[in-house]
């Protein structure tokens, strides 16, 4: 899928300590079939790395898995890292283990794109194609 001449592009991140990776490669998978450029930065990611990876990259998307309950804590850190580096014009998306009591404050961090456990592939990547295109 394209924006405008180029590939959507999507780091897709893991924060913190989580260490569960299958259903992120899954999601991965899921984007690289819909034609999305993706970098996956791998485990154990700080919301510094997160938002030097997004800026090396000249990220469109920029997606965190979350698993283990850190998310509010990491998506606080990573904010106004994302805001410093000029990327506030991009999709920040969050998906895994994420309460719906979450979803609020998730959103007013900037992170609009919420998907919790059990999302539909075929949801996450329309949102993309809707949001990012």
């Known amino acids: 899928m394209t924006r405008g001449d ?19 490669k899954v999601v991965a998978r899921a984007m690289m079939d819909a034609g999305f450029e993706v970098i996956y930065t791998g485990l154990r990611q700080t ?7 997004a800026l090396d990259e000249d990220a469109d998307v920029i997606a965190l898995s979350s698993l283990a309950g850190a998310h509010l804590p990491f998506c606080r850190k990573l ?10 014009d991009k999709v920040w998306m969050i998906g895994g283990n994420i309460p719906r009591q979450d979803h609020d404050e998730l959103r007013a961090l900037g992170f609009k794109g919420i998907f919790s456990t059990g999302a539909k592939l075929d949801d996450i990547v329309n949102y993309i194609r809707e949001q990012a295109a």
């Open 47 to 53: 919301p510094e790395q997160v938002a030097r990876i």
């Open 6 to 24: 180029k590939r959507i592009k999507v780091v897709l991140a893991k924060p913190g300590l989580d260490g569960h990776d299958q259903g992120v």
């Open 79 to 88: 904010k106004p890292l994302l805001e410093s580096g000029g990327l506030t």
